[in-house]
């Protein structure tokens, strides 16, 4: 498969059932990929031991990086073939403690694309839909 001749979408659908393997932050931070549309990116990510901070708590990096990528794939949706993009910003807030080995759903959202940039949201909430963390995110679009 040549990836450079598959959009965003394709290229991503083409990961999260497989045909494509997972990059290894994937692993790292025990993220799964669940749903992809245009637009819009559903993950899987469970926080372990590796994610501990000194004081014993899920650090704040474990959540910042799964939004981080929510945020980003779902703009990477929207892109053609052959275009890449990378993230210029990213806001987070964090409203509760992450749980250890508890799943959580992150979700990500375009809100705005356009030539030169695209701008997101994501969401890192539990499966009763309890929020932990919301972010937003501008991505540049290189072309």
């Known amino acids: 498969m040549e990836?450079?001749?598959?959009?965003?979408?394709?290229?991503l659908t083409n990961m999260t059932n497989g045909a494509i393997p997972n990059p290894s932050i994937s692993?790292?931070?025990?993220?799964?990929?669940?749903?992809?549309?245009?637009?819009?990116?559903?993950?899987i990510a469970k926080a372990d031991k590796r994610h501990i901070n000194p004081l014993g708590g899920v650090h704040g990096g474990f959540a910042?990086?799964?939004l981080d990528s929510v945020t980003g794939c779902a703009v990477h949706?929207?892109?053609?073939?052959?275009?890449?993009?990378?993230?210029?910003?990213?806001?987070?807030k964090m409203l509760r403690a992450v749980p250890l080995e508890k799943e959580l759903i992150a979700e990500g959202n375009v809100i705005h694309?356009?030539?030169?940039?695209?701008v997101s949201e994501g969401t890192l909430k539990d499966a009763d839909g309890k929020?932990?963390?919301?972010?937003?995110a501008t991505c540049m679009i290189y072309r």
């Open 64 to 66: 910042a990086t799964v």
């Open 77 to 92: 949706t929207m892109l053609e073939a052959g275009i890449g993009y990378g993230t210029v910003d990213l806001n987070i």
């Open 113 to 118: 694309i356009s030539n030169k940039l695209g």
């Open 131 to 136: 929020l932990y963390a919301h972010a937003t």
């Open 3 to 11: 990836l450079h001749k598959l959009t965003g979408l394709e290229f």
């Open 27 to 43: 692993e790292t931070m025990g993220i799964k990929a669940g749903e992809v549309k245009k637009g819009y990116v559903k993950f």
